[in-house]
């Protein structure tokens, strides 16, 4: 098929744009709750809190659209597996907002709160908090395990260099492998999902500088 270069940017981009918006709203939230137990803290800094929740919901319409943009691409191939990694990224992209809205809890229990914090208080905070921890795991699990047939369809089509979806497949098995391993209680999802997380960024700077090739696609399935 023939993809045109804008097609491929805009995805090139998409893939980009979600490092830079969950790693700053993360950034930002997470300096709100250094201190879960001051939840005055959180009220104190609404606009700050606030503002990385919204980069955090900025993610979740990014890999949407990377679903959206790829649906055409994966069709040539099979209309099967288009439809499943769209639903893929779309769930993705629902449990992480689940994750934001018990982010937004705690910025409501502050305000309730009134600086007076109780041990009541404080253990819903973190049971809020971690509510947005598993929603992440669980965010990874699904795109991980769904990305991983996308990569080797991508592989068989030959729209890019061999190598880079196959170091996407493995990369992505790892990520869904790390967060198994997060909600069993073993911090090892950081290591697990640096291959997968290189791999979209190298993928996203390839189809910006190059895009894809043009090939001449199989029947589709």
Do not use: D
Not at 40 to 64: H, K
Not at 128 to 135: D, T, V, Y
Not at 163 to 179: E, H, R
């Amino acid at each position: 098929m023939n993809t045109t270069r804008l097609h491929s940017r805009s995805l090139g981009i998409l893939f980009l744009l979600p490092f830079f918006a969950y790693g700053i709203g993360t950034a930002l939230v997470t300096s709100v709750l250094t201190e879960p137990e001051h939840l005055a803290v959180v009220a104190g800094q609404r606009t700050l809190f606030v503002g990385g929740a919204l980069l955090l919901l900025l993610n979740s319409i990014t890999v949407v659209g990377i679903g959206v943009l790829f649906f055409p691409i994966l069709r040539e191939r099979s209309l099967s597996i288009a439809v499943a990694y769209v639903c893929t990224r779309v769930m993705e992209a629902l449990i992480l907002i689940v994750g934001v809205v018990f982010l937004l809890c705690i910025l409501q229990l502050g305000e309730s709160a009134q600086g007076q914090t109780t041990p009541e208080l404080v253990t819903l905070s973190k049971l809020l908090s971690k509510g947005n921890f598993w929603a992440y795991q669980l965010a990874m699990i699904i795109l991980g395990a769904g990305s991983v047939v996308f990569c080797l369809s991508l592989y068989r089509s030959r729209l890019l260099p061999s190598l880079l979806p196959l170091v996407g497949a493995v990369g992505y098995g790892m990520l869904a492998l790390g967060s198994v391993l997060e909600l069993f209680g073993l911090p090892w999802g950081i290591f697990f999902s640096g291959p997968g997380g290189l791999f979209e960024l190298f993928l996203g700077g390839w189809l910006i500088a190059k895009g894809f090739r043009t090939v001449t696609p199989s029947v589709a399935t």
